[in-house]
């Protein structure tokens, strides 16, 4: 059998983060980093088709629906269907969008709610999509190998696929991301739920533009916000993490996959963690990795299984208070942060180890 060969790929572009000793922000642009669900749209070539039927749609878990899976054409960044109503996709235009759901600032958790919803309710109404990008769907749906959470995928002929279900079109004009957001601005119709992502342009001289971008990342830290994107104006959107894209922030963030967890202990300062999950086991990027900062609710234990009459949650603490600082059993889990489930955590830096340093707990992925 012949070797693929083909390059690794993510189903978005995805930044690398700023570097001050090595990255000059000058004449770049910058917006504010939204805290919300990236999504992008494929122009409708999918919508109201079965999932199953689609060459880039992620059906890993689709077995456990009760129903067929419908696509909508709006997808995650894991290539999972993103149950927007009709009348919030019945305003998106015939070409592909990159961008990001958002509800405001501070409303991470109320947004992920609406937005991973399977029955799209009426918080849908106070959801934005944020268009920072229009990918060319050459390179969209360019064929690669995905990796993204437990899940691996080949994609292969998208791009022919895509082409056969409709009539959306390539702006083949826009040859940089400079070109692309002047095509937005001026056809893009916006409501109040579709908008274009503001984009300011760095001034042309170093000094001037990281000046600039400090001023600009604490106002919008002060604000309540996450950070800055800078984005190269002669690139183009690309499948992978490029260094076209940058992250401005005052803390990382990672994500990793839980695999396990261990117990509190009592200690003289009063600590209530006895019975309970002291710190969350994850891994990342193949290391081990103990998680904590969790609120005393996150942090009930419980049983998989129970024999009759037993309670799971009375089961597991009576467990976890024996043995103290130790890690579970496969029998006792966290049902708010189930193995195999992902999760955000910050951190200063990396060891040379590419360990991560102060690495706490932030929010689910």
């Given amino acids: 059998m012949a070797s693929r060969n083909l390059l690794k790929r993510e189903y ?8 001050a000793k090595k990255h000059s922000p000058a004449g770049w642009y910058a917006s504010e980093k939204l805290d919300g669900q990236r999504a992008w749209w494929d122009g409708g070539a999918s919508r109201g088709k079965p999932a199953s039927q689609v060459p880039y749609a992620n059906t890993e878990k689709d077995h456990i629906r009760v129903n067929e899976v419908i696509a909508t054409g709006l997808w995650s960044r894991y290539g999972n269907v993103i149950y927007a109503p009709d009348w919030f996709l019945d305003q998106l235009p015939g070409y592909c969008l990159d961008g990001e759901l958002w509800s405001g600032r501070g409303n991470f958790q109320t947004n992920q709610a609406t937005v991973k919803d399977h029955n799209p309710g009426p918080g849908w109404r106070n959801v934005r999509y944020m268009v920072f990008d229009s990918p060319l769907p050459s390179l969209l749906f360019k064929d690669g190998d995905v990796s993204v959470q437990a899940y691996k995928v080949y994609l292969r002929d998208c791009y022919p696929w895509w082409q056969k279900q409709t009539k959306a079109y390539d702006i083949y004009q826009c040859t940089s991301f400079e070109a692309v957001q002047n095509f937005l601005c001026g056809n893009l119709k916006m409501t109040d739920n579709l908008q274009v992502h503001t984009q300011w342009r760095m001034p042309f001289s170093t000094p001037g533009a990281v000046q600039e971008l400090n001023v600009r990342l604490n106002e919008i830290l002060e604000a309540g916000g996450e950070g800055i994107i800078l984005r190269k104006p002669s690139a183009l959107w690309e499948p992978h993490r490029s260094y076209n894209s ?8 990672a994500e990793a996959t ?25 891994s990342y990027k ?12 996150e942090r009930q234990l419980s049983t998989l299984q129970s024999e009759q009459g037993q309670d799971p949650l009375l089961h597991a603490q009576h467990w976890a208070s024996r043995n103290p600082e130790k890690e579970v059993p496969d029998w006792i889990t966290n049902p708010l942060f189930p193995r195999g489930s992902q999760v955000t955590f910050r951190y200063r830096e990396l060891t040379d180890d590419g360990i991560p340093k102060e690495a706490r707990y932030w929010r689910k992925a």
Wanted: no cysteine; glycine share 14%.
């Fill in 258 to 282: 839980v695999i396990g967890y261990t117990t509190g202990r009592e200690t003289d300062k009063g600590s209530k963690l006895l019975g309970m999950m002291g710190a969350l086991i994850t």
């Fill in 286 to 297: 193949g290391k081990r990795l103990e998680l904590s900062g969790f609120k005393e609710s």
């Fill in 246 to 253: 940058l992250k401005v922030k005052d803390f990382n963030d």
């Fill in 12 to 19: 978005v572009q995805l930044a690398h983060v700023y570097d």
